[in-house]
Every structure is written in C-alpha cells, then in structure tokens.
C-alpha cells in the first residue's frame, strides 16, 4: 500500500518569489508520482508526473519536481510565482501494477501575494 | 478535442434518495475514475473502470456503485443518501489508468439536505 504526505497546509508567498510544496511518499513497491493543480470550481489538471528516467521533471507552467528516492519525497518547486498559481495542489502516487489505487495527498493551497 | 463531462454540474437531494451522476470521457480513453472530494476527507478514490469492468475500488461502502458503458461513458450511483455524502464528486478518464495521464471533469457538485 501507498501514502502521501503533503507536509504544508497552506504556503503563503509573495509574487516573483520562488516557492517549494513538499510531498513526501510511503511505499513498498515503486511508484509513479504526480503533481495536480486545482483551481477554484475546477477539477483538477496535470501539472507533472514522474513515471522512469531523470529524477528532474518539468511540468507546465514553469513547474518542476524533483524525485528523490532515498528521501522518499517528490517536491514541487517554482522559481518565480505569479498571482495566477494561486491554487490547491495534490501530489499523489500510485503503483505499477493496473490493480494499483492512486492515493492523494491532503493538499496544499498556495497563496500568492502581490 | 471535447474534455472530460460531468452532468450535473449541481445537484441537491434529500436525505434517503438516491443519485446518478454520468462522467463522459475523452474518445478514445478506456479508463474512468471517480473520486469524492470533502474538505474534512479531501480527495479520495472511489472506484476506476476499465473496458467496462471495475478494476479498483476505494474504500467506501456498498451505497456507492458505478459501472461503464461500452462506450466508456461511466455513471456512479449513490443510495440512501446521507448527509455526509455532500461533496465534489469528480470523474477522470485516461487511455490506460492511473499511469497515463489522467484528465479531470469539473466536477459535480452534491449537497444532501
């Protein structure tokens, strides 16, 4: 089975400043790791996914994360935010196998100051 | 090409009934997932079909049912609705599951009265 931790709630930045959203994950097997957005009254959208290869993904929106093994952790970063990613994002992992669920973390909403 | 739709967008029943939500997705996709969002339980999965067999299930109780067309159209089923049914439900679809990329509905939106 399969957890995710998103260890912050909420992270408030300021525009143009850059930001990290941790995600750290639990499992017995290898996973497949993902970064959703949801913005207000929408459902959700592929930010980025890490499924083999370099460790270093590159999403949309000027987005990346990083897939560190040993740590167990896939965090999300951005080098300059702006008022538009104001959002909630997910991380969430699943198995290999197609009889693996994918599993959610709790969520962290991002607030951006002008 | 057409996104992912969900019908109704909002829907608000009493407690006792029961509800169909429909999940249209992307052509060519054979995977549909349905999900429950709340903000006290945040996003959990209810249950994934594929080529209209239901492959996972989350861990809900037997209230919530679904099933697949063979034209992938997904429909989720609620009965004896409770209050604390009251969420998003959200439906995704993908080509494969959980390992090609998911595209999401926006939702539809249940309050139990």
């Known amino acids: 089975a399969q957890s995710v931790t998103q260890l912050d709630s909420q992270v408030p930045v300021f525009e143009e400043a850059p930001v990290e959203l941790r995600c750290n994950y639990s499992?017995?097997?290898?996973?497949?790791l993902f970064w959703y957005v949801q913005y207000p009254n929408q459902g959700l959208q592929l930010l980025l996914k890490y499924l083999s290869g370099s460790t270093l993904v590159k999403g949309i929106n000027g987005f990346e994360a990083e897939f560190n093994k040993s740590q167990t952790s896939f965090h999300l970063r951005k080098p300059s935010v702006h008022i538009s990613d104001t959002a909630e994002y997910f991380c969430?992992?699943?198995?290999?196998?197609?009889?693996?669920?994918?599993?959610f973390g709790s969520g962290t909403r991002l607030s951006i100051r002008p | 090409k057409a996104g992912v739709t969900q019908t109704p967008r909002y829907l608000i029943k009493t407690r006792g009934q029961q509800v169909t939500l429909s999940c249209s997705p992307i052509s060519g996709h054979r995977s549909v997932s349905w999900y429950q969002q709340t903000p006290g339980q945040g996003l959990q999965f209810l249950f994934e079909?594929?080529?209209?067999?239901?492959?996972n299930k989350g861990n809900f109780p037997g209230r919530f049912s679904g099933r697949q067309f063979s034209n992938s159209r997904s429909e989720m089923n609620v009965s004896t609705l409770e209050l604390g049914d009251s969420a998003l439900y959200l439906c995704?679809?993908?080509?494969?599951?959980?390992?090609?990329?998911?595209?999401f509905g926006q939702g539809t939106r249940l309050t139990v009265v």
């Open positions: 499992s017995s097997v290898s996973v497949y």
């Open positions: 995704a679809s993908s080509l494969e599951g959980f390992n090609t990329e998911a595209f």
């Open positions: 079909y594929f080529s209209e067999t239901q492959r």
């Open positions: 969430a992992v699943t198995g290999y196998s197609s009889a693996s669920k994918i599993i």
